[in-house]
């Protein structure tokens, strides 16, 4: 009995080293099977090779030095929508972000309510698929200490990220992440860049940060965040904005 005890001890620390046991418990880990759905063979495969290489491997963390002297924006730089601006001249201070979906609590959080929630800073690398890279510090919550309030019920697999921004053809700018990212200790909601305020350009007042995939994952202008089953039903049913127009739904780096 007692070794069993110490072995359960032993698990649960090993699983805390790699961030795992962020995900409230180790029969989370059933529940979700730990694995996201596939969407193509193409990206299955990468998928699955990544993730076995890496699925708790950290992004690289850098030091004050590296931070690049201007993080490029790219992408929305300034989104227009009637709602967005009346945030952005209140200087966001009725901004909420709405949390629902498949999950036992629907939330919405102020940037106070977020900003009362531990947080993290980390210097971390932006790849855009374009080919350039900026390094800068990010402080924020991690994603999964908002999904331990909120509690994604049984039946959801992946997390929805709904902006503020509209695109080209008039659908609003979104992405997914599955599990094995979402409770990734370095994926956070940032609010700050560089230790100050997110500015506009980078996504303001809140954005997404996945340091292991690639910069069209790390959704600017957070509206909302939404636990589904199936990415299907959402816009091109491809689980993002990029992949829709045929962009890897794994972008790992
Ligand atoms: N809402 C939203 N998020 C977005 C984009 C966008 O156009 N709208 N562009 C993506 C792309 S392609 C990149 S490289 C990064 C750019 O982030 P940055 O402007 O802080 O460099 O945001 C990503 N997230
Ligand atoms: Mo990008």
Same mark, same amino acid.
């Not at 699955?48 to 491997?57: F, I, T, V, Y």
């Not at 994952?217 to 091109?236: H, N, P, Q, T």
């Given at each position: ?6 072995r ?11 961030g795992a046991?962020?995900l409230?418990?180790?029969?989370k880990?059933?529940e ?12 299955? $495969?990468?998928? #699955? ?5 890496? %699925?708790?491997?950290?992004a690289r963390e /850098?030091?004050?030095? @590296?931070i ?6 790219n992408?929305?730089t300034?989104?227009q929508?009637a709602?967005y ?19 036992a ?33 990010w402080?924020?919550?991690?994603l999964?200490?908002? $999904?331990?309030l #909120?509690q994604?019920?049984?039946?959801? %697999?992946?997390?929805v990220?709904?902006? /503020?921004?509209a695109? @080209? ?7 997914s992440l599955?599990?094995?990212?979402a ?6 909601l940032?609010?700050e860049?560089n ?21 069209y ?21 491809r689980g993002?904005y990029w992949?829709d127009?045929?962009?890897q ?5």
């Open positions: 009995m007692k070794l069993i005890n110490r359960r001890r032993f698990l649960r620390d090993a699983l805390a080293l790699t046991v962020a409230g418990g180790c029969d880990l059933s979700t099977d730990w694995a996201p759905k596939i969407l193509d063979s193409a990206t299955g $495969l990468s998928h #699955a090779a990544h993730r076995a290489l890496s %699925r708790d491997a950290m /850098y030091g004050e030095a @590296d690049s002297p201007v993080f490029r924006a992408g929305s300034d989104p929508s709602e601006r009346g945030l952005a001249a209140g200087g966001f201070r009725d901004y909420r972000l709405g949390v629902g979906g498949q999950v609590h629907s939330l919405s959080l102020s940037l106070d309510d977020l900003h009362a929630l531990p947080n993290r800073t980390q210097i971390t690398r932006h790849d855009c698929v374009e080919g350039w890279s900026v390094i800068g510090q402080t924020g919550v991690q999964s200490r908002v $999904l331990q #909120a994604p019920t049984r039946q959801a %697999r992946y997390v990220f709904r902006c /503020y921004d695109m @080209d053809d008039g659908s609003e700018y979104y992405e599955g599990f094995d990212d409770y990734h200790p370095q994926t956070l940032a609010w860049l230790g100050k305020a997110l500015p506009i350009p980078n996504g303001a007042p809140l954005r997404l940060r996945v340091p292991r995939q690639l910069g994952k790390m959704a600017k202008y957070l509206r909302r965040i939404d636990l589904v089953d199936s990415l299907k039903s959402i816009e091109g049913g993002g992949e127009q045929g962009y739904w794994y972008a790992g780096i």
